[in-house]
């Protein structure tokens, strides 16, 4: 998996491309502050993510944690098959799709 | 600070291990980056601990384990740096082989791991297995920290419930099911607007541990017949993978989790039905998947040569009262309460599990002992099936250790019998909706499993249209299946277009429902009778995975009105706590009514040990004893006999008036929306109808 990483302000962009999984997870995780300090909105462009797995969602809902109630965690471009597993697993709830 | 144990001691090929912790049992993640793998057997020389990589054929790494990581009969090892995602495993056990003395080790076999959390290789429901594969359920590593949100279980008093046994696949299989993911934990969340309509608050799954659709699968009449129901368990820890939509991802347990969160969250129960009794492996002739290769003599009842016992009807019975066996089962329900929030169980032939390790019953079964008092357990619904297949009977006298409730098989073959003329019966009847105190009342009414209908059987549709079962598509010449089923098809057998046939069958229907949903006890319902589910007189469905046992939501939309008599009648006795009183409470309250009483034709006369089809019960709900705001009358008449009859109405209080709340004739009221009688003293019974009227004072 690439990660190509763009922030503006409070807003951090991370475009996601090949397969986010147990051996690309931390590296995804390794791009993000700790704590998500500084960042109000997480966006991850996942137009070109072709597969997720149970590391991948889980560094995601811990980054949705991270932020509590000052922002939120967008998935961009995800498809069909990435938006069913958030949504049968009920990780749909903590996250926008755009 | 760095833990000492994460630190490897020991490499093989590359990879790092050391001695792991004994607990727990399974495999589980470890701190730094470890998987700790523990397993059990009593009889074995050793044990090699089988690593692959997902779907691969061959393992990529085999480690036995050394002298040293075995305490008493633990294997255990922590192996490091294993990508979870990309791992399955299994064991081979040295030991020898000689199945006279019940010994059935074979170090050329791989087993699954019997606390495996996660069984892959079968993940895709329906899809034929790979039989060149000598390792067909394969243990998998998931992780354990979903997001729970605050739910916990429920704790619903019992005596609030009403259980709908439902099976997951059958539920939104069907295409007019209308949801995105058919027959899977997610769709069934889908339908949890439906559940709540109708509302029921709680629902029984039929099995959803891992099974496997294609034992036994094999083609008659053209069709494809598999293992549909599940009652053969593979694995009493992981959730059956075919039913997540999620499982090819390895996420089948965060979409159950999340399946169980959303019910919670609408108010909705779930009840697990277990199957302890026997697993997938059968007799000598069965497949070796994992207890039979691994510690035999432990897992099953065995004969003195080494035969299995065959107190299940299934091939082989689990040695429940095995103090090792004990564990197993305790840790299984201990796990699935704590990791999925589940709210209690029904156990499936739950007699075998009253049996000591040599078969014969125990008057004090330490198992269910355990069970009643465990401490996880405290809060769960235990339900017993009550019976086996060695010819063990227990309904009413089950070891309950003041627990355990039953399904009651007498209510059921009661109020079938009576509704389609059996006067004798009558009697009975008058029992079984009080509660069964005759049966329970060492305990409470909370120990009736109230039901006229189970998986097991008919549907309430099939009960009221055919004399006998229908099971040619079973492909055993009609031989499977109950053939005591007291049913009566009403004038013509299966289909027909006599609407007075068909009229009398959506009677009979509602005759039933409306005193199984206004007796004392527990009601459970069938999923799917609420809207004259058929399976064309199969009564023994558990090998079609097809239109015989999905449900057709079109006949939701046919049968409109029935499923509005369900629903409120359910709404019904949730606004009416005296039918819900576990005491076997019988004594006049504060109405100056008993709280319960039964009447003939004429109020207040009924010979209660004579026989007859017409009787009437009157609940007094006094609103002071019950906390509701004002007190009301109940009366249920049921007509039972094929001619109409005239019922005098028991005099009412000064203010009181009667209204009608439900007709089986096809009446039913929305709460409030009762309807006045026009005369206070009688009421015309038409033949074979039952109905209940309410009154308040106005």
């Known amino acids: 998996m690439t990660i190509e990483k763009k922030q503006e302000g409070k807003t951090l962009t991370l475009t996601l491309e090949g397969e986010l999984n147990t051996l690309t997870a931390p590296a995804l995780e390794a791009e993000l502050p700790p704590d998500m300090e500084g960042i109000d909105n997480l966006i991850l462009d996942m137009t070109k993510l072709t597969y997720m797995s149970s590391a991948g969602l889980r560094v995601i809902l811990i980054a949705q944690q991270a932020l509590e109630d000052r922002g939120t965690v967008t998935a961009r471009g995800a498809s069909e098959d990435l938006r069913e597993i958030f949504e049968v697993t009920g990780f749909d709830d903590i996250i926008t799709f755009e | ?698």
């Open chain 2, 1 to 698: 600070m760095r833990r000492i144990d994460t630190l490897p001691t020991h490499e093989l090929g590359g990879i790092q291990y050391r001695a792991g912790h004994v607990f727990p049992f399974g495999a589980s993640l470890v701190e730094g980056d470890g998987i700790h793998f523990s397993v059990f057997s009593a009889d074995a020389t050793g044990c090699t601990l089988v690593l692959y990589h997902h779907s691969q054929r061959e393992p990529f790494a085999e480690i036995p384990f050394p002298p040293e990581f075995r305490i008493g009969n633990v294997y255990s090892m922590i192996v490091f740096g294993l990508d979870i995602e990309n791992l399955e495993y299994g064991y081979r056990f040295d030991g020898p082989w000689d199945p006279a003395r019940g010994l059935w080790f074979d170090r050329n076999r791989v087993l699954l791991d019997p606390y495996a959390r996660s069984v892959s290789g079968r993940s895709v429901w329906g899809a034929a297995p790979d039989r060149d594969n000598p390792f067909q359920h394969r243990g998998q590593i998931i992780r354990e920290d979903f997001d729970w949100k605050g739910d916990k279980p429920l704790e619903i008093p019992p005596e609030e419930l009403v259980i709908y046994e439902m099976h997951v696949r059958s539920f939104t299989a069907h295409p007019s099911s209308g949801v995105r993911y058919p027959g899977t934990y997610a769709g069934l969340v889908e339908k949890i607007p439906y559940l709540k309509e109708l509302g029921v608050n709680c629902v029984e799954l039929m099995p959803i541990f891992e099974f496997d659709e294609f034992e036994n699968a094999r083609e008659a009449e053209g069709h494809q017949l598999v293992n549909y129901w599940g009652y053969s368990t593979v694995n009493f820890f992981a959730p059956k993978a075919g039913y997540a939509v999620s499982a090819p991802f390895g996420m089948e347990a965060d979409e159950l989790k999340n399946m169980i969160r959303k019910l919670h969250g609408s108010g909705i129960q779930v009840i697990l039905d277990v199957v302890f009794n026997h697993t997938a492996e059968g007799d000598g002739r069965g497949p070796m998947i994992s207890f039979r290769g691994i510690d035999n003599r432990t897992y099953y009842l065995l004969t003195p040569e080494g035969y299995y016992i065959n107190y299940s009807g299934c091939g082989n019975t689990m040695n429940c009262n095995h103090p090792v066996v004990r564990n197993v089962v305790l840790d299984c329900l201990r796990y699935w309460v704590s990791a999925y929030h589940v709210d209690g169980f029904r156990f499936d032939l739950a007699s075998i599990l009253s049996r000591g390790t040599d078969g014969r019953p125990l008057l004090d079964p330490p198992l269910l002992d355990s069970i009643a008092h465990d401490a996880v357990l405290g809060k769960c619904l235990l339900i017993a099936e009550a019976w086996d297949a060695g010819g063990l009977y227990q309904v009413g006298s089950f070891p309950a250790f003041g627990r355990w409730a039953e399904w009651n098989g007498r209510y059921r073959d009661t109020l079938r019998a009576f509704i389609k003329g059996a006067a004798d019966r009558a009697p009975e009847m008058y029992r079984r909706i009080q509660g069964s105190g005759d049966m329970y009342g060492g305990r409470s009414a909370n120990a009736s499993i109230n039901f006229v209908t189970c998986h097991d059987g008919f549907t309430l549709r099939d009960l009221v249209s055919y004399n006998g079962k229908h099971n040619e598509l079973n492909g055993e010449d009609n031989r499977d299946g109950s053939n005591d089923n007291l049913s009566w098809n009403c004038g013509a057998e299966g289909d027909t277009a006599d609407p007075g046939v068909l009229k009398l069958r959506d009677r009979q229907m509602k005759n039933m429902l409306t005193i199984l949903l206004t007796s004392r006890g527990i009601p459970m319902l069938l999923s799917g009778d609420e809207f004259a589910n058929t399976q064309y007189g199969n009564n023994n469905a558990y090998c079609q995975d097809n239109e015989i046992s999905w449900l057709d939501w079109r006949n939701l939309e046919e049968n409109r009105q029935l499923f509005d008599y369900v629903r409120r009648l359910i709404a019904f006795r949730k606004a009416h706590p005296v039918m819900r009183n576990k005491t076997y409470d019988m004594g006049h309250n504060g109405t100056g009514y008993p709280d319960i009483s039964f009447h003939g034709t004429l109020a207040w006369q009924l010979d209660p040990k004579g026989p007859g089809l017409c009787f009437a019960y009157l609940y007094a709900e006094d609103s002071q004893k019950y906390g509701t705001e004002k007190d009301c009358f109940i009366h249920v008449m049921v007509n039972a006999h094929w001619e109409d009859h005239r019922f005098t109405l028991p005099i009412l209080p000064a203010g009181f008036r009667w209204r009608l709340a439900f007709e089986s004739s096809g009446f039913s009221a929305e709460t409030g929306g009762e309807k006045p009688l026009r005369e206070s003293g009688g009421y015309d019974l038409k033949a074979r109808t039952a109905a209940v009227l309410l009154a308040r004072r106005e």
